[in-house]
Nanobody, 114 residues
Framework: QVHFVESGGGLVQPGGSLTLSCTASGFPFSMYSMSWHRQAPGKERELVARISSGGSSINYADDVKGRFTISRNNAENTVFLHMSNLRPEDTAVYYC???????WGQGTQVTVPS
């Protein structure tokens, strides 16, 4: 059974940093690309960043490039999202996902007050 444990969300002031983590189980983690998505109130869920199975290929949404960094530790079945220079518009629930499947984490709230 596929399962994700997400952590690291919280309240942070503009310009601050947070690192989200997502630990997976129930599938061969090192064989899958992983991604982070977010959903702000009243908006559709959107892709934030994606990392290939070995970590050599990475993509970011335009509005997080240069501020967010996705990484993974295949030995620990964990994918990370380091977020810096956070803005109020980054406020959302952040989800990890096994790429090309319908397997989602439970989500973790990130709040950046204006």
């Amino acid at each position: 059974q596929v399962h994700f444990v997400e952590s690291g969300g919280g309240l942070v002031q503009p310009g601050g940093s947070l690192t989200l983590s997502c630990t997976a189980s129930g599938f061969p983690f090192s064989m899958y690309s992983m991604s982070w998505h977010r959903q702000a109130p009243g908006k559709e869920r959107e892709l934030v960043a994606r990392i290939s199975s070995g970590g050599s290929s990475i993509n970011y949404a335009d509005d997080v490039k240069g501020r967010f960094t996705i990484s993974r530790n295949n030995a620990e079945n964990t994918v990370f999202l380091h977020m810096s220079n956070l803005r109020p518009e980054d406020t959302a629930v952040y989800y990890c996902k096994r790429h090309a499947t319908a397997d989602w984490g439970q989500g973790t709230q990130v709040t950046v007050p204006s």
